[in-house]
């Protein structure tokens, strides 16, 4: 139940995003938005553009497929949400086809089991053992009055969980971007950006921020969260967020003594035992406290406000950064501490040769992540060679996050060596979305591998192929064409609606296709898939494992029976507000045929179309972001 | 002729054996008994008890060979095997002795200890008595010679007697009564010394710390070290006698699986031997340091006080209940004033002064309305105008707050430093009060670490603002009976420090690494305070002067848990280091006196020991190299046979 409730508020969280968003759009729908939505300031914007409209053109197209993705979920979403709401509240015909759910699954329709048992009830009958007891109207109405405070809860507390839409770098100058969640961690984002690259899932992959102003560069630690030193980029910024392989990120626990006996020859350290090794690491991470390589030597430092650098001898300790003034020792007591770790992060620095005249161009700076231009409250430092400076900034690194490093890595590790099984692709081949080249296996990278029909997402082409929430993510703003139109084939019962509400919900689902409790696990499960956390609601995996349970449909052979289409029409269908009468539909038919095709090749099927059409659209339309994206929507809708 | 047929019969002479026993008193002679060289040692005592004619448990006593100092212990021996003849003068004594045993929180024991079994096997009894786990890590050590300042010393030094304890059976679990072994709970006067080892002895007085002994070098350092007991033979082989005054110290720097619930005791004292260690300068650490050790003494001493009146409730069956009453009553008692605040308004709002300090301008400080809320701060010309736009809006989080403040003065100030993009922004706000400087102050700090007034912390914080500037009121000169409102910021540093800053100077430095702490529980900062100490470089090295094999200088061996390392003396860096793991073996040459090690790669080294005997750098070795083998096995057995087996030595094997 805690799950449910957990997927539920997330589920809201979004839909609260999506109105907020959505403007009058989500007036003029009838959302079940509780009137105290809270906080004006809980924001929405993109980071990595001078403006929305820029980012708009800046974005590729699919980028855009991507991000229209989300949205198109969102409101599917939300619309199907208000459906069920509304349909639930009249207290419509409770008649529970086959696998009625217990009542509380009524409007949390999340489980993996659910969505299951919803889609094979389409084509079978009776499946899923849940008891069959049929809540009587009262207790159903009790119980959806109860469970809407409770979503008015949950959408209060969700309501100021912040968002940004960030468009990373690819070293290959494509880009991606994705909104990332508040909540969620770098290791989340890399993992997102991994999906959707299929790239190999190295463990030096790292998520930088770049500062044109200060010729800087810091990888993010795995475990920062994102979104909280983005927000504090000035508006106009240069700044840029980028993934790169970088090597030193981890370097220290592959190869522990270069940093731990640093004095010593590094030739004589090359051949150090593994075993020597991890007990290195065990010595210096695993104790009681973690012990900071005994970095010393001299550093250069530049003066205060002046241009000259000075020569000073440097000492790394756990609570600090130190030197020894002139003319006295190294004792402890006669060290004076420039600066302390707790506030502020460590930046590699590029050409400050030039740009300050520094001995070398082997620079760091220490600063508090909010500054972000020229001051006197930045601590540069440089370093006699490239080495040099790696193994302060990693000392200083150890000295600031401690343990929690080294089980970044060991997470990373985990991670890398869950995708080393599938094939290894360059970033650049697979990051491009056009690339026709999807192989099997590449899809397996993607996590997808098991999908014997066509959501292979990763691309933008399966128009045809409409609501699986999969494809969604890539493809965008085709997949309303199909969704919208007709009114539905089979107008959903309205308990039916009940059931199956989530699919559509969730598309981003599809990057982390995890935890598929009851699915006949995948052949060949990529591991890193359980790791996966969800494109930007980390909390709750198990709806993801509902979209994804659609999306990655148990029994590969029956196209029909892994079209989970047939909810998302529906639920667009009696959105639109076209009570529509409640035979529990047979998959309907316009899906269907997009569906026996995937099922043989993929790609060929749907290609290039969708991708030109929100550009286009985009680009007239001088509003922001969302709304252009909304008025992209609202064309196919009525197309 | 009867005579004679004996002795065909036993085949031996019959001659006396001389036996003192203790219970007579030092000036009785000794006893006479006629012994048979096959009699065996039981047969002795025997004997010796029989012609005593004194009636008591006897059964604690053995035989002590005073010329060859050795104990017989073994009863089935003979006299012939054990080669002792006519001239052998034997006492028949206790085997435990009372001993006066300085805790590491310098508190002073007396206690009954076996002086018969090798030191190793007599701290693990003590340890037990005392519930501390893990007795390997601990040794006994010759406390330093007090010159003249022993006469005014002596006299005040209250030690607590537990004599009356059961001796300790090793091998049986001690049975825990409210939270500490039967036998302290058993009457009123146990319990206190109990208490007195489970929690953390209020801050010294600065004068106190002044006057003891302090290393001022290595070679000072490198000499305490020669004063460790030999584990493998007994107290009394090496000279203890009864009512000698000995150390009992923490000596293996590597704290093998500590239990906070379980490791009461052990936590506590670990705590006081390092403390000390840093008031003492035994172990060096820089200002920043300093300030960080001192906020967490401060914090430590002022929850331990507040939890010793809890622990009077004897339901309290372990540290984490009694810290569940610290928080509930800490909550109880914040003013009802402050609570009706945050309860009712997570919001401050003041006429409060601002300054910024800019470059070339020397405005004052200005008036203006406040109000903050969660971690923003917004000021306006006027009350009036609150509702309109602020002049200007701070957001906290991420900033610097730094106390400027003299209770004397009346001068409350919170320095903060804001960063933007720009920069970091300096600026000063001027509170009219303490009170309101304290509710500020605390919000200011909350919002630093990103959290609002509504947090629940606040009100602790308030107050320990609050109880923090009253150690400014009182004067550094009252070294009396320190209660949490007077300790003096002196008595949380050492010397060097003491002398360096007055006690105004040293407060705010304080108070400002304090708020990094001033949440922590009392197991939370004891364990900080120790990961601090675990951290600085020079953590867990225990020198030994040594001259290396070919040298004709004294150099300094450095033992780590992991290393050893050769530092020179004339300048104090360190030359070379030695890891364990690449050690292949080490020799002692107990004739020559010399240590031998080889290293992988056919690195041998070869040093003669100065300061130290032999036994003691092969014992810390051993006891290093021993220490590393526990992590593998989990059992709680100590395996004494490997350690005597690596420490031991040529009279061990």
């Given amino acids: 139940m805690d799950d449910i409730d957990a997927m539920f508020s997330d589920m809201l969280q979004e839909m609260d995003l999506l109105t907020q968003s959505l403007g009058e759009e989500a007036e003029s729908a009838p959302l079940p938005k509780p009137p105290t939505i809270p906080g004006p300031q809980e924001m929405n914007f993109s980071v990595g553009f001078t403006d929305f409209n820029a980012s ?148 030096d992959w790292s998520v930088c921020e770049t500062n044109p102003d200060l010729q800087t560069e810091r990888g993010f630690e795995d475990h920062e969260n994102l979104v909280e030193p983005l927000s504090t980029w000035t508006r106009d910024t240069e700044n840029k967020v980028i993934i790169k392989k970088k090597k030193d990120k981890y370097e220290v626990f592959r190869n522990p003594q270069n940093f731990y006996m640093w004095k010593k020859d590094k030739k004589s350290l090359k051949d150090m035992k593994e075993k020597d090794k991890e007990q290195l690491l065990e010595e210096n991470f695993c104790g009681a406290s973690v012990i900071v390589p005994d970095l010393e030597g001299i550093l250069y430092l530049k003066e205060d406000g002046k241009k000259s650098w000075k020569q000073r001898y440097f000492l790394l300790r756990a609570s600090g950064l130190y030197y020894s003034p002139k003319g006295k020792t190294k004792a402890s007591r006669d060290l004076v501490c420039l600066v302390q770790f707790d506030n502020v992060n460590v930046y590699y620095c590029k050409e400050y040769r030039i740009k300050y005249k520094a001995p070398t161009d082997h620079c760091f700076i220490l600063k508090h992540s909010q500054i972000q231009k020229e001051s006197q409250y930045i601590r540069y430092l440089c370093c006699d060679d490239e080495w040099t400076m790696t193994l302060w900034v990693t000392g200083i690194r150890i000295a600031k996050y401690g343990k929690q490093l080294y089980d970044n890595y060991k997470a990373a590790v985990r991670k890398a060596a869950g995708s080393a099984t599938w094939a290894s692709r360059s970033i650049q081949a697979s990051s491009s979305a056009s690339t026709p080249s999807p192989t099997p296996k590449v899809r397996a990278a993607n996590g997808h591998a098991p999908q014997p029909a066509v959501e292979t997402k990763g691309s933008s082409n399966q128009t045809s192929f409409p609501p699986p929430p999969a494809s969604m993510e890539t493809l965008p703003p085709p997949p309303p064409d199909p969704m919208l139109p007709p009114p539905p084939p089979a107008p959903p019962s309205t308990n039916k609606v009940n059931q199956f509400p989530p699919p559509p919900q969730f598309p981003q689902s599809s990057f982390p296709p995890p935890p598929m409790d009851d699915l006949p696990p995948p052949p060949p499960p990529p591991p890193e898939d359980s790791e996966l956390p969800p494109d930007f609601l980390p909390p709750p995996p198990p709806i993801f494992s509902s979209c994804g349970g659609e999306a990655l449909p148990p029994p590969p052979p029956d196209p029909i029976a892994s079209l989970p289409p047939p909810p998302a029409l529906q639920n667009f269908a009696s959105a639109g507000g076209a009570p529509p009468p409640p035979p529990p539909p047979p998959p309907p038919p316009a899906p269907a045929p997009a569906a026996s095709k995937p099922a043989g090749s993929v790609r060929k099927v749907a290609p290039p179309p969708p991708k030109r059409t929100t550009p286009q659209l985009a680009a007239p339309s001088g509003g922001d972001l969302m709304s252009e994206l909304m008025t992209a929507m609202q064309k196919k809708r009525t197309q | 002729m009867t005579s004679h047929a004996i002795c065909i019969q036993t085949r031996m002479a019959v001659w006396d054996l001389s036996v003192s026993v203790e219970e007579l008193g030092p000036e009785a002679p000794p006893l006479k008994i006629s012994v048979t060289s096959d009699l065996h040692i039981g047969g002795v005592i025997l004997k010796t008890v029989e012609k005593s004619q004194i009636k008591q448990d006897w059964s604690d006593h053995a035989l002590w060979w005073e010329q060859k100092q050795q104990w017989l212990l073994k009863p089935s021996w003979t006299l012939d095997k054990c080669g002792i003849h006519a001239d052998a003068r034997l006492c028949l004594t206790p085997q435990h002795k009372p001993l006066q045993l300085v805790m590491p929180s310098s508190i002073v024991l007396r206690m009954r200890v076996c002086f018969s079994s090798p030191v190793f096997r007599t701290i693990m009894g003590i340890c037990k008595l005392l519930n501390i786990r893990r007795p390997e890590e601990l040794s006994l050590l010759w406390p330093v010679e007090e010159k003249k300042k022993k006469k005014d010393k002596d006299v005040g030094e209250e030690v607590y007697d537990i004599t009356c304890a059961p001796l300790p059976s090793t091998g049986t679990i001690p049975k825990l009564a409210n939270g500490m072994p039967a036998f302290f709970a058993e009457t009123p006067e146990t319990e206190v010394v109990y208490k007195i080892l489970a929690v953390s002895q209020p801050a010294p007085a600065p004068e106190t710390i002044a006057k003891l002994y302090r290393t001022t070098n290595i070679m000072e350092k490198a000499h305490i070290n020669s004063r460790w007991l030999d584990s493998s033979r007994s107290l009394l082989q090496q000279g203890v006698k009864e009512n000698d005054k000995l150390i009992l110290r923490f000596k293996y720097y590597t704290f093998h699986d500590i239990i906070p619930q379980a490791d009461v005791v052990r936590l506590t004292q670990l705590y006081e031997q390092s403390r000390w260690a840093i008031l003492l300068e035994e172990i060096e650490c820089t200002e920043e340091e300093m300030m960080v050790f001192a906020a967490l003494q401060y914090h430590i001493g002022k929850v331990s006080l507040t939890e010793q009146s809890v622990a009077s409730c004897p339901a309290m069956e372990d540290l984490d209940s009694a810290l569940q009453c610290l928080e509930v009553k800490m909550e109880g008692e914040s003013s009802a004033d402050d609570m009706l605040e945050t309860m009712t308004a997570p919001e401050l709002h003041d006429y409060l002064k601002i300054f910024r300090p800019k470059r070339l301008t020397l405005k004052g400080y200005k008036q203006y309305w406040f109000t903050f809320k969660d971690t923003t701060i917004s000021y306006y010309k006027s009350k009036e105008e609150s509702s309109k736009e602020p002049i200007q809006q701070m957001n906290l989080k991420g900033c610097e707050v730094a106390p400027d403040v003299s209770v004397a003065g009346q001068k409350f100030c919170i320095r903060l430093l804001i960063p933007g993009p720009e920069g970091m922004n300096e600026v000063y706000l001027r509170c009219e009060h303490e009170q309101q400087y304290s509710r500020w ?85 004891i364990q900080k305070f120790l990961q601090i100490w675990q951290a600085l470089p020079d953590f867990g090295l225990s020198y030994i002067v040594v001259r290396f094999k070919g040298c004709r200088k004294d150099e300094v061996l450095g033992i780590a848990n992991n290393r050893l390392i050769r530092i020179d003396l004339s300048v104090g860096d360190v030359v070379k280091t030695w890891r364990y793991n690449t050690m292949r073996q080490w020799n002692v040459n107990w004739d020559i006196k010399q240590v031998a090690i080889e290293f992988d790669g056919n690195v041998n080294i070869a040093f003669s020991c100065v300061t130290a005997n032999c036994k003691i750098v092969h014992e810390y070795i051993g006891g290093y190299i021993f220490m590393s083998t526990r992590c593998r096995e989990q059992s709680d057995t100590l395996n004494e046979e490997l350690f005597h087996k690596l420490t031991g030595g040529h009279e061990a094997l």
Avoid: W
Avoid at chain 1, 173 to 193: F, P
Avoid at chain 2, 500 to 515: D, F, G, M, S, V
């Fill in chain 1, 56 to 203: 708009l053109h800046d974005l590729e197209d699919n980028d855009l497929d991507a991000l229209m993705a989300d949205l198109v979920a969102d409101i599917s979403a939300t619309e199907e949400k208000f459906a069920t709401e509304k349909d639930t509240l009249k207290g419509s015909a409770p008649v529970a086809p086959i696998p009625s759910q217990p009542p509380s699954n009524l409007s949390f329709p999340g489980s993996s089991s659910t969505l299951r048992q919803a889609t094979s009830s389409n084509s079978i009958a009776a499946t899923p053992p849940p008891p069959t007891s049929k809540p009587s109207k009262e207790e159903l109405e009790e119980q959806i009055k109860a469970d809407k405070i409770k979503l008015a809860l949950e959408k209060l507390k969700e309501a100021k969980v912040k968002k940004l839409v960030v468009k990373v770098e690819i070293m290959d100058g494509s880009s991606k971007t994705l909104m990332v969640d508040e909540r969620q961690t770098v290791r989340d984002v890399i993992d997102n950006l991994f999906e959707k690259t299929h790239c190999d899932c190295n463990v």
């Fill in chain 2, 441 to 525: 102050m605390a919000a200011c700090r909350l919002a630093s670490k990103g959290k609002t007034l509504a947090d629940s912390s606040f009100s602790s914080e308030v107050q320990s603002i609050q109880s923090f500037l009253a150690m400014q009121k009182t004067t550094p000169r009252n070294n009396t009976a320190q209660t949490d409102e007077s300790i003096n910021t002196h008595s949380l540093v050492s010397p060097r420090y003491q002398k360096k800053y007055k006690p105004k100077q040293l407060t705010p430095r304080i108070l400002e690494a304090y708020q990094n702490v001033a949440q922590l529980s009392l197991t939370d900062a």
